[in-house]
């Protein structure tokens, strides 16, 4: 029998686009790169560049951290794009229409375009999925999401951490998995991306409302409570969406909740603590030096539900306190005052 030929080329490496240098889509170019990728990142300023090709480190978010040596920076999309296998979008969820817009014309004919925002958009009430869609002109099968308890300074550590992949298409999760896949960072892969980027973008809001208990200082008890009926209006909205409810006891759903309500490192959870310790709207803003997400999106969460006939009190409450200027113990109060019910509606 004739041994095949092995003695031809090696399959070139997966190539990787990265737009966005922040703390997120710095943490995920480390993780493509320790799982053999080449990663190209994206970033709008030059001397950020400049630094992760020279010093290997970010030094607005990881001055302690050397990035692998397959990880380079630019400033031109198109030279960050070329001939990429994904295309990893890691900028604030409010910003994607605009930014993906101006680079369509660069992207890759066959990219995979990943989502690493977890957020809804306002005025559209869209997913970011459907916005990448809508925006990039591709179809479902050609665009995935990367969620689940991920905080950036832990991944860069390199500390154990579990994610989900999930795109409708089954075996492009499983190329995007396999292209992630390191001793430290193990994903699972999804097809519900319905579910999965409700879990993400619903868990800020969560954790808004938690980082107000906390700054209030109101308890374990409160904070337990508050998880497990904001776990609830999640999936009250997946249900009305078509989303598959075992999602939400998954690592899209329960694990980013419970991550972004207990870590100091949640910039939400920070975010509401400022808020529940009596800072201002503005005064938080000012002292935040990342996008709390939640921020914006409680008012696009807000609206989606409405659409959908929805209820979700909790939601509304932090609508009302972030965005009305409704004090605290006003909302809290409120909020414990409503009619009692049968736990499981």
């Given at each position: 029998m004739t041994r095949p030929d092995t003695s031809g080329p090696a399959a070139r490496p997966v190539?990787?686009?990265?737009?966005?240098?922040?703390?997120?889509?710095?943490?995920?170019?480390?993780?493509?790169?320790?799982?053999?990728?080449?990663?190209?990142?994206?970033?709008?300023?030059?001397?950020?560049?400049?630094?992760?090709?020279?010093?290997?480190?970010?030094?607005?978010?990881?001055?302690?951290?050397?990035?692998?040596?397959s990880v380079r920076a630019t400033t031109?999309?198109?030279?960050?794009?070329?001939?990429?296998?994904?295309?990893?979008?890691?900028?604030?969820?409010?910003?994607?229409?605009?930014?993906?817009?101006?680079?369509?014309?660069?992207?890759?004919?066959?990219?995979?375009?990943?989502?690493?925002?977890?957020?809804?958009?306002?005025?559209?009430?869209?997913?970011?999925?459907?916005?990448?869609?809508?925006v990039a002109g591709v179809p479902e099968s050609r665009v995935a999401v990367v969620t689940g308890p991920n905080l950036a300074k832990e991944i860069v550590a390199r500390m154990p951490a579990a994610a989900v992949v999930a795109c409708r298409d089954e075996a492009v999760a499983q190329r995007l998995q396999a292209a992630c896949h390191t001793p430290y960072f193990r994903p699972y892969t999804n097809t519900d991306v319905v579910g999965c980027e409700l879990g993400g973008a619903v868990k800020n809001v969560i954790g808004l409302a938690v980082g107000i208990a906390d700054g209030m200082g109101l308890g374990d008890n409160a904070k337990g409570s508050l998880?497990?009926?904001?776990?609830?209006?999640?999936?009250?909205?997946?249900?009305?969406?078509?989303?598959?409810?075992?999602?939400?006891?998954?690592?899209?759903?329960?694990?980013?909740?419970?991550?972004?309500?207990?870590?100091?490192?949640?910039?939400?959870?920070t975010f509401g603590t400022n808020l529940g310790r009596g800072m201002t709207l503005q005064e938080t803003i000012a002292v935040t030096k990342q996008t709390a997400e939640g921020v914006k999106s409680c008012e696009s969460v807000l609206d989606l539900a409405r659409r959908?006939?929805?209820?979700?009190?909790?939601?509304?409450?932090?609508?009302?306190?972030?965005?009305?200027?409704?004090?605290?113990?006003?909302?809290?109060?409120?909020?414990?005052?409503?009619?009692?019910?049968p736990e499981r509606r």
């Open positions: 190539k990787a686009a990265v737009f966005g240098t922040g703390s997120w889509g710095t943490a995920f170019g480390m993780v493509l790169a320790d799982a053999g990728c080449q990663v190209t990142l994206w970033g709008r300023r030059q001397e950020v560049a400049d630094a992760i090709n020279t010093t290997r480190t970010n030094p607005d978010y990881f001055p302690g951290t050397r990035l692998p040596e031109d999309p198109a030279e960050a794009a070329r001939d990429a296998d994904f295309t990893v979008l890691a900028v604030p969820s409010q910003t994607l229409r605009g930014n993906l817009a101006a680079w369509v014309p660069d992207l890759a004919a066959d990219t995979v375009l990943v989502s690493l925002m977890k957020g809804i958009e306002l005025g559209s009430a869209k997913r970011m999925s459907e916005v990448v869609q809508e998880i497990t009926r904001g776990l609830a209006e999640t999936t009250r909205l997946g249900l009305a969406m078509g989303a598959d409810p075992l999602t939400f006891s998954g690592l899209a759903g329960l694990g980013d909740l419970v991550a972004t309500c207990s870590s100091p490192l949640s910039r939400n959870h959908h006939g929805v209820d979700m009190p909790i939601t509304e409450t932090v609508v009302d306190i972030v965005h009305e200027g409704k004090p605290p113990m006003v909302a809290l109060k409120e909020l414990m005052s409503r009619a009692a019910k």
